[in-house]
């Protein structure tokens, strides 16, 4: 049964990596075999070990290659190492042609958390999407949820979810191998955190060998994804509110053009179902440093910014670090502050002698060696990136290279 849950999850990864790289597979000087050696790797991705994939392409110096940016950008992500994803992935999505506003004010941004919740009470749907490789979207989602449920949702549907999801919710956590995005730390915090709070997860996903196509893949899979959300929730609960967590086009309520979809999921959502959703679009303009603004996550107002053609509301993360530790800011609201294990890492390595890649993972002791880590971050030259983030209690401290063979471990327990 795990090996079909793994092969769904390969089909669904794989259809959203398509679907991103489709239109940058021209050959780049020095890139030809980068899609060859993506494809190798993304075998190891699903199977937990991101670090294997990293290495992969910066072994061959392809990880900047544009045909695997955005494959790459998750893969650095899942590995701790935001600088990195920023860096190769960006943090903005061209194909939304967005009109960002550079600098806001006061008079054009509030806590967009409150912004969200505040409107969802008398509504059915809220929809939030993300980009793949910046976990602060699901630091956003894993906040927003709670304001939800206290107003009467109970369902969430997440696009990398399988049919493995009933037996997610009974184990309470997930594993390595359950999923592409949904395995990155913060992605899975976020939705064991769901599991606690009392959610349904409900997966949506189109898999060609449940539901056939018209041989029109792009519009297939928005009118899919909808029809499984409403088959899977309204048709079996008429009074279901639900929280719908997607990639970065599916949110849109406008209309595409060629190669874009005709109507995204978010707009077959509201025909099939009747419900007018609410739209959060995490996608549309870049993450930003103001220190002026009090919030880590804006909802922007300005009406310079085009993106409010498409979805109801705009939010950014307003990337602030925490006082001088190398994490931001937004952790806190997940109850994660910064820990550092550098001088551990450093009495490992003076024996070791190695200058391999390596990750530091933080794992909860009362689970298996499959189990998603609480934190996972890189080690490049000997040095971490960036503190781990731990909420307070004990962990497993693992160092592990790109074979995933345990180095050497120690156990920590860390304070409010």
Known sequence: MNKIF??????????????????????EEGCEQAIQVRNQTVLMFLQGNPLAAVAALENQNLHRCDSVRDYAAQMYAAVGDYAAAY??????????????????????????????????????????????????????????????????????????????????EERGWLKRSEGAEITEPVFAGFVEHAIRLGYTLIPYEWMTNQTPGTGDPINDRERIQAENLVTRTFKKDPEAKVVVYAGQGHAREDSGAPPLPQKYMA????????????????????IIQNESLPYSFLEVTDPA???????????????????????PAWFTG???????????ID?????????????????LPNRSNAAVPFDRV???????????????????????????????????????
């Open 6 to 27: 793994l092969q769904l999850n390969f089909f669904a990864a794989s259809v959203l990596f398509f679907l991103s790289l489709c239109g940058s597979a021209a050959a």
């Open 87 to 168: 860096a190769i992935g960006g943090t903005y999505n061209i194909e939304h042609e967005a009109s960002c506003v550079a600098r806001i004010d006061s008079d054009h941004a509030r806590d967009g958390v409150e912004a969200v919740a505040a409107v969802s009470t008398d509504a059915r749907i809220v929809i939030v999407n993300e980009i793949h490789h910046i976990p602060a979207h699901r630091a956003y989602a894993h906040i927003l949820i709670g304001q939800l449920y206290e107003r009467g949702y109970r369902y969430l549907a997440i696009e990398d979810l399988t049919l493995a999801a009933p037996a997610i």
């Open 267 to 286: 707009g077959w959502l509201r025909d099939l179902s009747g419900y007018d959703p609410v739209t959060v679009s995490q996608s549309a303009c870049p």
């Open 305 to 327: 910014e085009s993106a409010h053609d498409a979805f109801d509301f705009i939010i950014r993360t307003n990337e602030l670090p925490q006082a001088d530790n190398g994490l």
């Open 334 to 344: 997940i109850g994660r502050s910064a820990h550092s294990v550098q001088p551990w």
């Open 347 to 363: 009495g490992k390595l003076r024996n070791l002698k190695t200058a391999e890649l390596l990750v530091v993972e933080a794992r």
């Open 378 to 416: 890189l080690i490049r030259d000997a040095a971490a990136v960036r503190p781990l983030a731990l909420s307070p209690g004990s962990y497993e401290i693992v160092l592990l290279n790109s074979d995933y063979e345990i180095l050497a471990k120690t156990m920590i327990a860390t304070k409010q």
